[in-house]
């Protein structure tokens, strides 16, 4: 690749392999995918496996870009990973659902690949400008995805939350970065850290006032109470895929960005928005966790508990220094695959059409599929944080980094929260095994791509669980702060 020292093409490999690859399915599908609709999907898991050794191949070589604005880390190539994984598995079990809807192709995918274009840029992002693209960029494709299903009310609905809400979100994060470059003079992250470390601005209105607004801007990207209003509804409306996707990928890049901005440029405004983000992370856990315990709609209740786990992720953002900040890697990585794979089995189980997805269709399933029973079952104990899942791992870290760091009542409100949560996920247990079916389980058809899906997601979850010390090893490589 072409590089210099001021712009380093290599920085943005990855970037670069996915917006091509999209480019390329824009115009084959103008073109061709009529006569091959299986064209779109092919490609697209082709770029997203040559996006995938780009990635792999720029590992501890912390290439840095276009002046300071990108740095291709092991802590951005690390969440490329995470989204790559969890994009290629919903191109997977999408190509069933858009088959069963009538759905077109082409756009749908392209779509979805500029959406992880806009996280891959979030995360790699050093500058806060950089941080806004690639949120917005993300942000734009899903509100056209949650709305992809235009037959229907509820999709519609979603979207039109999903985008009034964004618009407000994107208003708070930008006014953020104006006042913080109006404290500072720049929208660099590094600089950022330097002049608040030479001047005596730590106290002053105008930083305080940035500081809450970006958290504003985050606490809505993540869901975070009060933050969350839109995720129940938007889960429910949009495409399960893409509801599947929306729960895993904006998520981690929100997540990368928020960790990166806080950790990297306001590390001297600790004091300051440590105590926000306690308070955040008690109100995210409980509201998730209660409010799931009355959901009988399984996407919501998954919305609800995508809350909570927003909530546990804010403790290891409290806790902080190196086991903290590992154990938000470990712990989105984790929860990506415990997502994805319950998801797909929503996509299976969906007896009633329309996106009606209720608790009593999972009625029986134990008996009648054993197989498909058993993997939600380990889904559902790994959500729940039972051993020897890799849940277990990701909220053990987690608490753990908080007690090291001293925050003995934020962990023991987790664990509280922890305790909760399990009724809910083990009611789904009970359900598939101990209750009769009012109407019999029809023979549910699983197609390879689903097969696939699941057993990445269900050996990832057992693998992790039984030896977590590989992926903490790899996190703890990735973390830079």
Not at 4 to 12: F, L, T
Not at 14 to 24: C, K, Q, R, S, Y
Not at 26 to 43: C, E, H, S, T
Not at 97 to 117: H, P
Request: proline share 4%.
């Amino acid at each position: 690749m072409i590089s210099s020292p001021e712009i380093n093409i290599s920085s943005i490999g990855p970037e670069l392999t996915v917006l091509l690859t999209a480019i390329v399915i824009l115009v084959v599908d103008r073109w061709v995918a009529k006569r091959k609709p299986w064209l779109p999907l092919g490609l697209g898991l082709a770029g997203l496996a040559l996006a995938l050794g780009v990635t792999l191949s720029l590992w501890n070589q912390s290439r840095a870009g276009f002046g300071g604005l990108i740095a291709a880390d092991n802590y951005a190539l690390f969440f490329n990973l995470i989204f790559l994984i969890a994009a290629a598995m919903t191109f997977l079990v999408s190509r069933f659902y858009l088959d069963q809807n009538g759905m077109q192709r082409g756009k749908y995918y392209v779509l979805l690949l500029f959406a992880l274009l806009g996280m891959m840029v979030t995360a790699s992002g050093t500058d806060l400008l950089t941080i806004f693209l690639g949120l917005e960029t993300s942000a734009v494709s899903l509100y056209a995805l949650a709305g992809f299903l235009r037959g229907r009310v509820k999709s519609n609905e979603s979207a039109l939350k999903y985008i009034l809400l964004g618009a407000f979100s994107t208003g708070f994060f930008l006014y953020g970065v104006a006042l913080v470059y109006g404290g500072t003079g720049t929208t660099n992250l590094g600089r950022i850290a330097d002049h608040l470390a030479k001047t005596d601005l730590l106290s002053s209105s105008i930083m305080l006032a940035g500081m809450g607004l970006l958290i504003v801007g985050f606490g809505f990207k993540v869901a975070a109470v009060p933050f969350h209003f839109w995720a129940p509804d938007v889960y429910e409306g949009a495409p399960t895929p893409i509801a599947a996707f929306i729960s895993v990928g904006p998520k981690a890049a929100a997540f990368a960005a928020f960790l990166r901005v806080f950790s990297t440029a306001l590390p001297a405004l600790k004091p300051q928005w440590t105590p926000v983000l306690y308070v955040l992370a008690i109100l995210t856990m409980t509201l998730g966790n209660l409010a799931a315990l009355s959901q009988w709609n399984i996407k919501r209740m998954l919305a609800y508990s995508c809350i909570a786990h927003a909530g546990y992720v804010l403790v290891a953002l409290v806790a902080g220094e190196e086991l903290g900040n590992a154990s938000v890697l470990f712990y989105l990585f984790v929860y990506s695959l415990m997502n994805l794979g319950v998801f797909t089995i929503a996509i299976l189980i969906n007896r009633r059409g329309k996106g009606n997805y209720h608790l009593n269709d999972y009625a029986g399933l134990g008996t009648s599929h054993p197989l498909l029973g058993a993997v939600m079952a380990l889904f559902m104990l790994s959500l729940a944080g039972i051993p020897p899942t890799a849940g277990f791992f990701g909220k053990f870290y987690i608490f753990a980094a908080a007690v090291k760091s001293d925050y003995i009542w934020l962990a023991a409100i987790g664990i509280l929260n922890w305790l909760v949560s399990v009724y809910y996920y083990l009611r789904i247990v009970v359900t598939m095994y101990m209750i009769k079916p009012e109407i019999a389980l029809k023979r549910v058809r699983v197609v390879p791509e689903f097969v696939v899906v699941l057993l990445v997601s269900a050996l990832g979850i057992l693998g992790l669980g039984l030896f977590p010390s590989g992926l903490m090893f790899l996190v703890k490589s990735a973390v830079i702060f």
